[in-house]
């Protein structure tokens, strides 16, 4: 049986790595266990790492190198890891979320998961469900 394959948006993976419970925690944590397979591309690998080290979250959330180094790791060694020559523009409200489509398109993902609004409430691009974090977990239950 072919293994999930999902895109998951900066706010999930932030809230994973800084939060010790929650949705966002687990999804990382099945990422990491290869539960589904993680699509992503360089240009969200760089939002992610440089979300982590804004300043305000680095030292709110006790953040170090080798944690954010961990995460790093994962998304350029753990993941599938699109090229990034699929452009879609669809989110006009903030365009700096079509890379998530761009990526699920060139990665030929199942799902995006995100807690983000505007992506959520596209609910679905040519066959690819947009879900939340509650509801990605729910599937992969059922699996």
């Given at each position: 049986m072919r293994k999930i394959k999902a895109v998951i948006d900066t706010n999930i993976i932030i809230s994973g790595a800084i939060s010790p419970k929650?949705?966002?925690r687990r999804i990382l944590e099945?990422?990491?266990e290869d539960v589904f397979k993680?699509?992503?591309s360089v240009s969200i690998?760089?939002?992610?790492?440089?979300v982590l080290h804004r300043e305000h979250i680095y030292i709110k959330y006790n953040l170090n190198e080798d944690i954010i180094d961990d995460i790093a790791a994962f998304l350029y060694e753990g993941t599938i890891l699109v090229e990034?020559?699929?452009e879609v523009s669809k989110?006009?409200?903030d365009p700096a979320d079509d890379k998530f489509i761009s990526c699920a398109?060139?990665?030929?993902?199942d799902y995006i998961v995100s807690g983000d609004e505007h992506l959520l409430n596209l609910k679905h691009y040519k066959g690819i469900q947009i879900i939340s974090a509650k509801s990605f977990l729910k599937i992969l239950n059922e699996k």
């Open positions: 929650g949705h966002s099945l990422a990491q993680a699509v992503t690998n760089k939002e992610i790492l440089s990034g020559a699929f989110i006009r409200k398109v060139e990665g030929e993902v």
